[in-house]
């Protein structure tokens, strides 16, 4: 589109500007967040990498980082890189699960659908970013990443288990009914998510069909839901942010007290992360 503005530089003007700009100029930008993507299809075979914009509006409005959707493809990217790039990494929901074989499991038709690629990078990257003390922020699937990448296990079906609830996403429905808050999380008195909410319990929707089985190395189960099921985790030790949820705190993110929380506490550790102060430990977000 033409640029139509009237006394001021157009857009490829400013660009042009800020690409001459020494490095000392350009270095006042918002951290970058690198938000893992889920494969799509499109048009009868047109592929695609996509992350849902509620994601990167989150990401952008509350966190107040600059969100850049990251292919889930080990052809394409490398871990290394991705760490140099990005200050900090949000790992969103998807359809497709993490394989079995990742936990020492067989495939079974209860596990769904997969999806290698993204087993391929995000399971070493949260492994290095845990290491390394940058800030990462797992979302349902990318909470149960996080587990697998500890060396933790999932259960393929929360509502086939005993005394469990169905914790998955209705079929019917607006999409505020679907993302609808559902039921409560209880967290460790005194624990994490404790201290970052200033509540013990906070009330959260709930989307998903796997869970944790066994945690992995490390994984503090910090909330609950009612039936039990683990809906909190962060990494013992970590020396950087790694507050994992199983819900989806990503929906209306800006206007849920509970999603702001999480979204501005995980900016205020990509900013510390992306001046050189080095990792913000989850206690401290």
Same mark, same amino acid.
């Given at each position: ?12 003007? $400013?660009? =042009?500007? *800020? @690409? ?10 918002? !951290? %970058?967040? +690198? &938000? ?81 690629? $993204?087993? =391929?990078? *995000? @399971? ?10 940058? !800030? %990462?922020? +797992? &979302? ?98 970590? !020396? ?46």
């Amino acid at each position: 589109m033409p640029d139509q503005s009237t006394g001021s530089p157009s857009c490829g003007s $400013r660009n =042009a500007q *800020t @690409l001459n700009q020494p490095p000392s100029q350009t270095r006042n930008r918002r !951290p %970058v967040i +690198g &938000i893992i993507s889920n494969p799509h299809e499109i048009e009868g075979g047109y592929n695609l990498h996509g992350s849902g914009d509620i994601n990167t509006a989150a990401v952008a409005q509350v966190a107040g980082c600059l969100p850049l959707i990251i292919p889930a493809d080990p052809r394409l990217v490398q871990v290394a890189e991705l760490l140099d790039l990005c200050d900090g990494f949000l790992l969103t929901g998807g359809r497709p699960n993490v394989h079995p074989s990742e936990y020492g499991e067989d495939e079974t038709p209860a596990h769904g659908a997969f999806d290698r690629g $993204r087993d =391929a990078v *995000t @399971l070493p990257l949260i492994r290095a970013c845990v290491e390394r003390g940058q !800030p %990462v922020f +797992g &979302i349902c699937r990318g909470f149960q990443e996080v587990n697998v990448a500890m060396g933790g296990s999932l259960w393929p079906e929360i509502r086939d288990l005993p005394g469990r609830m169905n914790h998955r996403m209705p079929p019917d429905g607006t999409m505020d009914e679907k993302f609808a808050l559902r039921h409560k999380v209880s967290f460790t008195e005194g624990g994490v998510f404790h201290r970052l909410m200033g509540s013990s319990e906070v009330m959260t929707n709930t989307l998903h069909g796997q869970g944790i089985n066994r945690a992995g190395a490390r994984i503090m189960i910090d909330g609950r839901a009612p039936d039990q099921t683990p809906e909190a985790i962060y990494v013992e030790g970590a !020396p950087g942010f790694t507050l994992s949820v199983q819900w989806h705190p990503e929906w209306r993110a800006g206007e849920d007290p509970v999603s702001r929380r999480l979204f501005e506490a995980f900016g205020r550790s990509a900013a510390a992360w992306a001046a050189g102060q080095g990792p913000l430990q989850a206690g401290g977000a």
